[in-house]
């Protein structure tokens, strides 16, 4: 093959590839993450680049690859590699990482630029999970973590005595922690005569217990201190966080987060799926992007912690949702997205960590947290855990786990239903022409003037702004309708007194920032097309939530708690999200942050035998509604689609 | 590396190695197996070969390599390549493979001479085996395989009824055959999703079921006809041989055997045991070289039966001793050679093909039967099962196994006792001078002329003699003595009237087959250090017997039954065995000859869910008797080493 190099400016990251591939697929072998939600289908856009020298071919003609084009860039997408080495530069707006802030750590090498800029942009975010969950990691359940140690004195073999090591062990072992069903794995079986003999019998047993069933994870000789370390980690379509915890105190001791690298094939768990049934390899492609993710996360963990060696872990975690557990597994995906939406498992198998290729322990024990069905994932699961919604005595409350898709859960002790409504990307930035996620130089809160509609905001880090996130976006809303910008339609008031008000390519749109306060070198806007889509995605929402009551016969007063949760949780500001109609308009102290349950929940199952089994239990007890089934939801939903609601006497604490 | 190329004659093959390598190492290279029953220590004398052209060096100076170098032949495992080419002459006296049966086939390739020669080697015998094994495979067990076919005829999913794949599995099946514990391994529930759609969620499962435990083996569109083969493999470590079974008619279709490869690593499982701990990689050589010959027989198995595909075997179970199971799952063996001699495993996981790199479906499991003690294995339990000397009703029965070492078992129903005495692998001819195994040209049978003292005997197939197997050996010993050339002790009488008679390089010798008779141009004869071989072979035999006895506090009259098993027990003269004292005085038609138990043992479990369960009880239940505790058995021992014995009372029928 005659190889063609590819440099990507500014990392100055250098890849081969044949003649004919594309250049977001060079960008991916590189370990280079370019916004693609589309998927790599030449739509939305983002994947812009500039070819700074070399020369290209266009996949397909379109208009807006050539709109694209008058500007200076090509679609990275649509643009193939042809007979020359190329240089490419990746601009700002369509890079996930901000090499900028990598520039300020000079001794940085390029080969790890990307996790590292990753990990360094989410410090900030980081450092605030870590210290909620340092708190209290078991969340009122008892320490007893799915792994644990138990040390074992065997009667000394002789000739008297002269029964098999595995059975002199799994003996002992019975008779010390009083269970039947022990499995000893071949790999230590393989090894086990020498290690019972290197301290006169006696050993120490890393073992994993759950619901009387035994799982050998690891025999050592003596009864040393043998290191007990677990990772968890929240996999979310998004954003991937890994906790690194002490199995033994029963502590968190850092986390560390990333982009999910399968953001390269499509923002959503669709585009995934379409990719991984599709694609030639896609599967395993797909399945190897999110294990390298979290194999980032585990080498990120474990440099910052240099005492912990990667085999001092034995057992992991994970909590996603549906699709993210089957891609994870390599399970195949194709049959959730279609009709009737069937999940192959919600159940999950316990496999070794070296059948995933995962860099821990090769012997450590990989937990799955069960999923509920197609569009309810382990991710909700986990957060109905740690939410206690579950417990005998628990109040009506409704969880919303407003991610990629807005899925929630209602209930009350013994009975919980959920349901997932199709959301959509829009609170994380996609399909919003200056949407973005939750990074630095985000805008994340705004206020505008109703008399002169000058803009007030405020970025993640306090950067120079690059987009808005979904706070953002959601002040937004409630401004652009508090000062009359758009009516409850959503519709812009075109003739208003200020510049900020124009047209533009897709027609009216308000200016949020100029050009020359961002840090783009260009206008950021809202336009019509925006609010539409968030209003779908906040009708979605809230059809939800009534759709749930309805079922169940409940109005919106009987609920107690409202647990907010997901990426955004914490940034949300609830009488804006009232004010627009994504919430229900009940009184603000009902309402309680509860940050990215899913990764909680995850830490608290590993933390304990009680919690995993309390979680499967509850997978077992989520009674999923489909909102397809019946025209309950999409009346709902059209009701939804103004500000806040057609039937005004939802929200009477809502001025017009 | 500047490799040298070695060509092997007369097969023509030939390997590149590093200057340096001994011949031994270097044969093995290419597959070729040379005789070392010494394990390449320089010596046994038996891998002597001819440098053709090139120059060696010899690792070392030994009496044995100089008197071998007299005769124009060095030792494969002394020679060492230097810095030429070379060409080596392997003599059929140290091939383990008679090439010249080889050339009568000559389309045959030089790749697999090897296993063909093998598998042509041995088709005589194996013509017996399978015939034998044809008629009753089952041994009155029910026919309840262990992989068995259940079609399931899902309910179709629709919104209404929206229960994962798996769930809707497992429901349907735990309804269709009453089990609660049913395993689902990840390879299958990856590919589940499209596996349940191509025929409308009608499925075939193929499942093994072992104590209420359900393993899905796999799971197949449709309710077709899904080929259901299985594998039982004896694993001796002289020979192994396979057996292919249809598990739906419950028959054996055909069988293949070949020389266990790890015989380069010396002929006895010490040698094996020594190879694998003490040299570097020894544990995973010696693993891969037994994996290599049963995929050698799998393959050999599926090119005579063309119709049947690898991925058509769904499951295996393999005997053998415990030696032989821990190095077939590369479990380190070194403590069972060590006192107090303990195994790390009697009882042994089921494993998956794949995790062996077995040449059948990579989802087939993989049994194996559980041991004893270190030197009882699951070839004694198989051959118990085989007697039915554990079940309710058996009278008191003695079940003897002489192979490399001797194994017999004793006892009726309730209780069976066992032990393992060192008879060493003289009676596979090791350790005598023209001793070999039952191979073609082995003399199998002998008379000696009390007069003349001329000897008439037959050999294996009627081909020119090469040497003297067990069944020969036991016939020549019994005829020595009865002729009055050895007397009780095993002592030459110097002085016969025959030039048969005579001294030889290593004291008295008697010429069994004149130099013109053979087909390796020389005397074939027996030497007092032969006889005192035997007569430790026989002596520890006799004591292992007596000892058993003497344990439960039975004489050898009680004894009903005695099964006589093993290789040669089919070929065995039992008056000559009687008359040596090898065997008990005890009523002819009490014996009966049981072939190759291990083998039927192993199809039996395969065929039978019933059968395996009992096997597993019988390890359970066998108590074995360390012969090295007290002096018991060296007492027994030291009398047994005349002819018969020591005490002539025990020997009544026996004329002297």
């Known amino acids: 093959m005659n190889n063609r190099l590819v440099t990507f400016l500014p990392a100055g990251v250098k890849v081969e590839v044949e003649p004919g591939t594309d250049l977001l697929t060079a960008a991916g072998k590189a370990n280079i993450e370019i916004k693609a939600p589309c998927g790599g289908d030449g739509t939305c856009g983002k994947c812009a680049v500039r070819i700074k020298s070399g020369n290209v071919k266009a996949r397909r003609d379109s208009h807006l690859a050539t709109r694209i084009a008058e500007k200076g860039f090509n679609l990275a997408c649509q643009t193939l590699v042809q007979d020359e080495d190329l240089v490419v530069e990746i601009p700002k707006t369509s890079s996930m990482s901000k090499h900028q802030v990598l520039g300020e750590n000079a001794s940085v090498g390029a080969g790890v630029s990307d996790a590292l800029s990753n990990y360094l942009l989410h410090v900030w975010q980081l450092k605030e999970l870590l210290l909620e969950q340092q708190k209290s990691p078991l969340n009122g359940y008892p320490l007893n973590p799915l792994c ?35 499995h000893v794995p071949l790999s230590i079986i393989q090894k086990l005569g020498e290690i019972l003999r290197v301290d006169q019998f006696k050993v120490t047993v890393l073992l994993s217990e759950v619901s009387g069933k035994v799982e050998i994870i690891a025999v050592e000789p003596g009864h040393g201190h ?153 991710d909700i699961v986990s957060g109905t855990l740690f939410t206690g919604m579950g417990n005998e005595d628990a109040p009506i409350s409704l969880l919303i786990d407003i991610g990629t898709n807005g899925e929630m859960v209602l209930g009350a002790g013994d009975w919980l239903v959920t349901c997932s409504c199709s959301a959509g990307p829009a609170f994380e930035g996609s399909g919003i022409l200056f949407g973005m996620r939750a990074m630095h130089g985000a805008i994340e809160r705004m206020q505008i003037d109703p008399q002169t509609y000058e803009v007030a905001y405020t970025t993640i880090n306090n950067g120079k702004a690059i987009g808005i996130c979904g706070s ?107 004010a627009i109609g994504l919430l229900p308009d009940i009184p603000v102290e009902k309402y309680k942050y509860v940050g990215n349950t899913s990764a909680k929940g995850a830490c608290m199952a590993l933390l304990s035998q009680e919690a995993w089994q309390e979680a499967n239990n509850l997978a077992g007890k989520l009674t999923y509604i489909e909102l397809s089934v019946g025209n309950l939801f999409m009346d709902e939903f059209i009701s939804s689609l103004f500000i806040p609601h057609t039937d005004l006497t939802l929200f009477p604490n809502v001025g017009l």
Chains 1, 2 share one sequence.
């Open 148 to 182: 644990r140690r138990v040390r074992l004195t065997l009667p000394v073999a002789n000739l008297q005595d002269n029964r098999d090591d595995l059975n002199r062990l799994t003996m002992a072992l019975k008779k010390e922690i009083k269970c039947t069903d022990i």
């Open 226 to 378: 043998q290191p007990l370390y677990g990772i968890a980690v929240d996999i979310g379509t998004t954003t991937v966080v890994a906790y690194l915890l002490d199995l033994e105190k029963g502590r968190v001791i850092d986390t560390a987060g990333t982009h999910n690298r399968q953001a390269r094939f499509g923002d959503d768990v669709i585009s995934r799926i379409v990719y991984a049934v599709e694609e030639p390899d896609g599967l395993k492609t797909v399945h190897q992007s999110i294990i390298g993710t979290i194999n980032t996360l585990i080498m990120d963990l474990l440099v910052k912690q240099r005492h912990i060696k990667e085999t001092d872990i034995r057992v992991m975690m994970t909590a996603g949702n549906t699709t993210m557990a089957h891609l994870f597994l390599g399970i195949n995906p194709k049959f959730i997205r279609l009709e009737p939406y069937i999940p192959t498992a919600n159940f999950y198998p316990v496999v070794k960590a070296q059948e995933l290729g995962l860099r821990v322990n090769p012997d450590a024990l990989v937990f799955s947290y069960a999923s509920v069905a197609s569009y309810v994932g382990g």
């Open 472 to 578: 953002g976006l959601i002040d937004c809303l409630a401004k652009l309708k508090s000062t009359g910008i758009i009516d409850r339609a959503g519709k812009f008031q075109t003739s208003l007194p200020t510049e900020r008000m124009r047209i533009g390519e897709t027609g009216p749109e308000f200016v949020l920032v100029w050009r020359e306060d961002t840090d783009i070198n260009r206008d950021i806007v809202i336009c019509e097309a925006d609010v539409k889509n968030l209003l779908r995605a906040k009708g979605a929402v809230f059809a939800g939530i009534r759709t749930l009551l309805n079922v169940v016969g409940f109005e919106l007063e009987s609920i107690e708690n409202i647990y907010v949760a997901g990426g955004f949780g914490n940034y949300l500001n609830i009488p804006d999200a009232i």
